[in-house]
């Protein structure tokens, strides 16, 4: 072993002989004040461990954290596999008695949270640091201030360091000497911790008799200046964040229109039972996530590769039996078609709560779509959404490949385009239009499954997508895969742009109202169906 190596490993040895379930090194009086019945006394005691800065407070305080700090016959124990003396270590029998558990209320979790942070500080471990000063750069009482200073003091890793630096300079702004003040606002100004800008707001904030939170002029330009500059580092993650959720909800746009695009182009139904395809694969998802649970627990994590194919074969299954049982008798009357698919959405939905219940169901993600991207600041992409968005795409070019690379796309795209001649040359017409619906549904059971890892998943999931999965195709061009997507991506960006600024149902007002100019001035859409259709 290197002479390093053993430098780390001496040190770990000496912090856990310091760190053992043992707290004889401590003040006796303070230890057992941790058992007073008044809790302001309580957290003074754990504030004075913390100022000690005795890593031997750590086994104590996290047992009175997960309320194994208990009482037997006036002698605090430590409650584990076995019972100990709190101020000795020594081995204590409880026999027959059973050991009164000190009360811990809300408000003193949370110190004791921020204390343990705080001794962590002193831990080898870079990891165990890290955790500890990112839960101090977000909440610290004033008592921890000497202990992080002298954590700060003998730090050597950057980015702990500055956190500590946060961390002192948040306490600092308490400080009665401006100057101190001023010099923790200039290190706040560093800041990539989106609350720092909060911290330096309420500095400016003035009251009722003009009096500032921050009296002093000097102290308040430097805010304003730190404010400033905050605000300059997060406008490109912000606006990266922005464009991201927009192509977010283009994808999940695009998914939920592909299938609708597809059949309502090729035999012009207007299905109002296609937001049920996406109801019935998210529901698909669930079930194979619960058997996946239940019978391969081991492989949890890929319960998602069985879901998609699952999700497509079952949602293309009902559309194929929705247009064998009911739709093919319904060409040529729209109105009819309306509302009788309207009517199978409200069978289907009523049909799932029969099954699953009323409330909605829960669909984990896998370990490997948890956490996210951190642009900076606030901004983080989170993984589910990327993988949704490159599954879109990955859909997209497959749907692509099929229609212009398949006999069954060729003839698909001989019917959208003129039908009767299409049933001339021979094509069968009426299994064109199975095997289409069939494909539409089950492009929407895949919507379906990307719906299932990014919200709720209930009977009404698919109401919620219907009315946006029509006016991506009306805007896209019927029939047109390119405008399909253009529209769809293009919307997602839009709501998300607009957001900000007027709400999320106002903005979907403003771009409902925009759709329905556009189609007045050009009612094909933004890509026009190539083909001259006959007319029945």
């Not at 069968?428 to 379906?448: C, E, K, Q």
């Amino acid at each position: 072993m290197t002479r390093g190596g053993w430098r780390i490993l001496v040190s770990v040895l000496i912090w856990l002989l310091g760190a053992a379930p043992v707290a004889h090194a401590l003040d006796p009086a303070t230890v057992r004040q941790l058992a007073a019945e008044d809790s302001d006394a309580k957290i003074e005691a754990i504030n004075r461990l913390v100022t000690e800065g005795d890593a031997a407070a750590i086994p104590l305080l996290k047992a009175m954290q997960d309320d194994r700090l208990q009482m037997l016959r006036g002698r605090l124990l430590i409650v584990g596999d076995d019972a100990r003396d709190a101020l000795t270590g020594e081995p204590v029998s409880v026999g027959a008695e059973t050991p009164e558990t000190i009360i811990i209320i809300n408000r003193i979790r949370g110190v004791l949270g921020t204390a343990l942070a705080a001794l962590r500080l002193q831990v080898p471990v870079r990891a165990t640091r890290l955790t500890a000063a990112r839960a101090l750069a977000v909440d610290a009482s004033e008592e921890m201030l000497p202990l992080i200073q002298r954590a700060l003091t003998r730090e050597s890793d950057p980015e702990i360091k500055s956190l500590l630096a946060q961390a002192a300079a948040v306490l600092e702004l308490k400080s009665p000497d401006s100057e101190a003040r001023r010099r923790a606002v200039q290190v706040l100004g560093t800041s990539d911790n989106p609350q720092t800008k909060q911290l330096l707001t309420v500095l400016l904030v003035k009251a009722a008799d003009g009096s500032f939170a921050e009296p002093e002029v000097a102290v308040r330009e430097e805010a304003q200046q730190a404010i400033r500059d905050i605000e300059a580092r997060f406008v490109v993650p912000r606006a990266l964040g922005t464009l991201f959720s927009g192509l977010s909800l283009g994808s999940v746009l695009l998914l939920a229109a592909l299938g609708l695009a597809i059949t309502f182009g090729l035999m012009g139904i207007i299905n109002m039972a296609h937001g049920e395809m996406l109801m019935i694969g998210a529901y698909t998802t669930y079930v194979v996530q619960v058997l996946f649970r239940q019978y391969f627990p081991g492989a949890f994590d890929a319960y998602l590769l069985a879901a998609v194919p699952a999700a497509f074969v079952i949602t293309a299954l009902v559309g194929v039996a929705l247009e064998r049982g009911v739709i093919r008798h319904l060409y040529g009357r729209p109105l009819e078609t309306l509302l009788t698919t309207w009517g199978i959405s409200l069978i289907l939905i009523q049909l799932v709560r029969t099954i699953f219940g009323a409330q909605n169901v829960e669909v984990e993600n896998p370990i490997w779509m948890s956490g996210g991207f951190a642009l900076g600041g606030d901004v983080v992409l989170p993984y589910n959404r990327v993988v949704i968005v490159f599954f879109a795409a990955f859909v997209v070019l497959l749907v692509w490949a099929l229609l212009n690379r398949t006999r069954l796309g060729l003839n698909v795209r001989a019917v959208t385009q003129n039908r009767a001649m299409a049933d001339c040359m021979g094509i069968a017409t009426p299994r064109v239009d199975w095997m289409t619906f069939g494909l539409g549904s089950g492009i929407a059971g895949l919507g379906g499954v990307a719906l299932s890892q990014i919200g709720n998943v209930g009977p009404d999931l698919g109401q919620a997508y219907i009315v946006d999965s029509f006016m991506v195709v009306v805007l896209g061009g019927v029939g047109q895969l390119a405008g399909t997507i253009i529209a769809a991506i293009g919307l997602g960006e839009v709501n998300k742009l607009l957001e900000p600024y007027t709400g999320a149902v106002l903005g979907k007002i403003l771009v409902l109202v925009f759709i329905i100019l556009f189609i007045q001035k050009r009612p094909q859409g933004m890509f026009a169906l190539k083909g001259r259709a006959v007319e029945n």
